[in-house]
């Protein structure tokens, strides 16, 4: 069976610090993968999204970027944090080929002071 | 573009009582359709989904949604509540007009809160 992983589980840094947060997939091969945040109280915001190695899609200008060395690991970084960049953020993956069901990870709680 | 609404932000109900979380959405074709739960700090959990077929859907723990296209509604219902359902819902779209790229267009949540 598929699993998802994330880590950190929770994480405080100081605004200007770098961020790496990491998700990886089990047991399925060329997954699409997508990272979301979600700020305190609100929906899901979709930040990256990504088809395969090295393709990566924004859905919003930001501080943050992603990519995607191996098959089934996702990286979201920042070089500076800012203070707006605290939330839950969600990794999940979807079988590729028109399959839409997502399945989510535990999710990493970031809180920049 | 497609859309998905969530009209109630927060629900309130007694535990044993039934429960129906309503969601809208806007979409030119039949679309894939999702409920999924979070409990607090926790990830989403996928409920039940709809492709095809029959409208009526059974999900897991209980939980039911029937698709209505003269409605545009995919509402979320359980006839008995426990204390243990109280987390936030999320209905979602997928998004076909994508290329394969497997996105979903999430509606705001609804908080269900049980009163034993």
């Known amino acids: 069976s598929q699993t998802i992983h994330q880590w950190p589980a929770t994480l405080v840094q100081p605004v200007g610090s770098p961020l790496s947060l990491e998700c990886t997939v089990e047991?399925?091969?060329?997954?699409?993968l997508y990272w979301y945040r979600q700020a305190a109280g609100r929906g899901l915001q979709l930040l990256f999204y990504?088809?395969?190695?090295?393709?990566i899609s924004s859905e919003v200008p930001q501080n943050l970027s992603a990519s995607r060395p191996q098959d089934r690991q996702f990286i979201l970084s920042s070089k500076k944090l800012l203070l707006s960049d605290s939330g839950f953020y969600l990794c999940?993956?979807?079988?590729?080929?028109?399959?839409?069901?997502?399945?989510f990870g535990p999710g990493t709680r970031l809180l920049v002071l | 573009a497609q859309s998905v609404t969530q009209p109630d932000i927060h629900i309130t109900v007694s535990e044993g009582a039934s429960l129906e979380l309503r969601c809208n959405y806007s979409?030119?074709?039949?679309?894939?359709l999702f409920w999924y739960v979070q409990s607090p700090g926790q990830g989403l959990q996928l409920l039940l989904k709809?492709?095809?077929?029959?409208?009526l859907v059974q999900g897991i723990k209980g939980f039911e949604a029937e698709f209505k296209r003269s409605q545009s509604s995919f509402n979320l219902r359980k006839p008995s509540v426990h204390w243990s359902d109280a987390a936030e819902y999320f209905c979602?779209?997928?998004?076909?007009?994508?290329?394969?790229?497997?996105?979903?267009?999430f509606g705001q949540g609804t908080t269900l809160q049980v009163k034993p």
């Open positions: 999940a993956w979807s079988p590729s080929a028109g399959q839409e069901t997502q399945y």
């Open positions: 047991g399925t091969s060329n997954p699409n």
């Open positions: 990504s088809v395969g190695i090295g393709q």
């Open positions: 979409y030119g074709a039949t679309p894939y």
């Open positions: 709809y492709f095809s077929g029959d409208t």
């Open positions: 979602a779209v997928g998004d076909r007009g994508s290329s394969n790229t497997g996105k979903l267009i």
